[in-house]
């Protein structure tokens, strides 16, 4: 946890991400991010949509709303089972989820997946698992709380209705399917992705942005043929790994965890782990969702979700690969991943953020040598800016900000000296390995494309 600790002070500090209502002493695990924070997670977004969108022959966009007709949650099942199994404390009347209660007890090793709740309500006891809060094992019996948001339409007490904010991005993709299908003219298989906003009133454990009540997810919903489902689910287990690798995961930070307990209409799940500092967690899902989404929207909404096949005349509701990954979470694990202390020469050290050029928040940093070379800086500052994101600095010697910048991850630091007045040449240094060249700024642009391409 040592590095947790520093990792989330590192976030506050250099404007990755703030407590939520920071002035007013916070709201509990609601998170705000910052002018660094906000470029990691949109380059974050923007790479994971060029790999499953932009990249990806048969794969549609869309933003659907927040707020959906009710019998959506109907049909999906979650105003009748969405719940989490939660105790309260007797005696500092805090409130716990039972299976969170349980894992940390057994430090993994039970699986309370695939207990019912008396089973876990039985090994609560007879292993006296006591409160995080207070120490005490004095518990209630488990109760199944809701974890959607509800609020209600309408101008006058008489008029309102009751609707939630979505506790999940999905059902804005199975809903559009009939008109993403007709508007592109798509082709059995194909997919639809969106990035999104889902909110759940769940007890959070407390470990920083990893499980909060409003976060953003990225899902791919996969449509296909019933008979081609596994190779599709095989194919989507492969592309998840694939992506983390390429935008800079390490492999043995990495692993497959097939699901011990799964839905009654799934045919295979799977998640993804990462070996946070806080052990090994959920990264992201690929799930094997059969028929069912679009067969039970079909029955409550009385709209026929089939699907007529143009080569064979077949008419079917297909079958849904979804891959699953909150963009917030997997921000985390890409600062975890990226944190790093350097013990250099001489004994210094240094607190550098590897992360990869692509998804650095920002690219570049121009410094100029002193301040009366500011002028010239600025001109260097406004080519690039035109390219990618930069960033500017010229307070306090050029190895602080050397340092300041490896805080912050940018991959490269121009600096404007007075040889740059001369001959039109600047030094660039390398984050990771320090080294320095020289070189024309004519050549700029083309030379930070090239480092910043994965």
Not at 87 to 92: A, Y
Not at 340 to 363: C, N, Q, S, W
Not at 364 to 370: D, E, K, T
Not at 395 to 407: L, P, T, V
Request: a negative charge; charged letters at 25%; hydrophobic letters at 35%.
């Amino acid at each position: 946890m040592g590095n947790f600790d520093k990792i989330v002070n590192l976030c506050k500090s250099r404007g990755f991400i703030f407590p939520g209502s920071d002035i007013y002493d916070g709201l509990a695990n609601t998170w705000d991010y910052g002018p660094v924070g906000v470029e990691l997670k949109n380059n974050i977004k923007r790479a994971w949509w060029k790999k499953f969108v932009q990249e990806a022959p048969a794969s549609y966009g869309v933003d659907a709303d927040i707020f959906m007709n009710s019998k959506v949650w109907e049909a999906s099942g979650h105003t009748a089972s969405f719940s989490d199994p939660k105790m309260d404390c007797k005696s500092c009347k805090t409130r716990h989820r039972a299976d969170n209660l349980i894992e940390a007890y057994s430090k993994g090793k039970v699986n309370p997946d695939v207990m019912t709740n008396e089973e876990m309500e039985q090994y609560i006891a007879e292993h006296k698992v006591a409160c995080p809060k207070c120490g005490k094992s004095d518990w209630t019996n488990i109760r199944n709380f809701n974890l959607m948001f509800s609020t209600s339409r309408g101008v006058t007490d008489e008029g309102q209705n009751l609707i939630y904010l979505r506790p999940e991005t999905a059902q804005g993709e199975f809903v559009n399917f009939l008109n993403v299908q007709r508007s592109m003219r798509a082709k059995v298989p194909f997919g639809i992705a969106q990035i999104g906003k889902a909110f759940r009133n769940e007890v959070t454990p407390g470990n920083f942005t990893f499980r909060t009540i409003e976060f953003e997810q990225m899902e791919h919903q996969w449509f296909c043929k019933a008979e081609e489902s596994m190779d599709f689910y095989h194919e989507y287990k492969k592309k998840a790994l694939d992506f983390l690798l390429s935008i800079g995961f390490s492999a043995e930070n990495l692993r497959y965890h097939d699901h011990d307990k799964l839905a009654h209409y799934a045919k295979a799940a799977c998640d993804i782990q990462y070996q946070y500092p806080i052990g090994w967690e959920e990264l992201n899902g690929i799930h094997h969702r059969g028929d069912w989404d679009l067969s039970r929207h079909q029955e409550f909404s009385g709209k026929s979700m089939l699907y007529l096949d143009p080569f064979t005349n077949e008419k079917y509701i297909p079958n849904v690969i979804e891959y699953s990954i909150g963009a917030d979470r997997l921000t985390l694990a890409v600062l975890c991943e990226a944190y790093d202390e350097e013990t250099l020469e001489g004994g210094d050290t240094r607190v550098v953020m590897h992360f990869h050029p692509a998804i650095a928040p920002y690219k570049v940093a121009i410094l100029p040598l002193q301040k009366n070379l500011s002028e010239k800086a600025n001109e260097v500052y406004s080519t690039l800016a035109k390219h990618f994101m930069v960033t500017y600095d010229e307070a306090g010697s050029i190895g602080k900000r050397y340092r300041r910048q490896d805080e912050i991850g940018t991959p490269m630091c121009v600096t404007i000296d007075f040889d740059t007045l001369e001959n039109n040449t600047v030094t660039i240094r390398d984050r990771d390995t320090m080294e320095q060249i020289r070189l024309s700024i004519d050549e700029l642009v083309d030379y930070v494309s090239k480092k910043i391409d994965y």
